[in-house]
């Protein structure tokens, strides 16, 4: 059973820099990234969880807006880690943040995709930024 587990957060002051960290573990098959689709997701007290960051079936990284330009979602296969780097961040950008893994499928044209469920899911890593 495919296990995520996240570390590297923290608080930080506004315009400082973080990274995240994600375990892959419990799949079959050479790696993780044949089966699965990566992403991060956060969730602030009274908000809906957003998805800031994934990497799509052909492994092109993906951003919400109020990210992009500034937080950078990579992986290392060798390792079986998913990382988003966080660059500039800002108060708003404080929340709880979370890796999540959907399944990667094969379309009949021959396409990768992702099935946009993200069934899996870490337990979560706290991020604060403050003014």
């Known amino acids: 059973q495919l296990r995520l587990v996240e570390s590297g957060g923290g608080s930080v002051k506004s315009g400082e820099s973080l990274t995240l960290s994600c375990a892959v573990s419990g799949y079959s098959g050479p790696t993780y990234s044949v089966r699965y689709c990566m992403a991060w997701f956060r969730q602030a007290p009274g908000n809906e969880r957003e998805r800031v960051a994934h990497?799509?079936?052909?492994?092109?990284?993906k951003y919400s807006d109020s990210v992009k330009g500034r937080f950078t979602i990579s992986q290392d296969n060798g390792k079986n880690m998913v990382y988003l780097h966080m660059n500039d961040l800002k108060p708003v950008d404080t929340a709880m943040y979370y890796c999540?893994?959907?399944?990667?499928?094969?379309?009949?044209?021959?396409?990768?995709?992702?099935?946009?469920?993200?069934?899996?899911w870490g337990q979560g890593t706290q991020v604060t930024v403050s003014s």
């Open positions: 990497l799509d079936g052909d492994g092109n990284p």
């Open positions: 999540a893994a959907d399944q990667r499928i094969r379309t009949s044209g021959g396409f990768y995709v992702c099935a946009y469920e993200w069934d899996v």
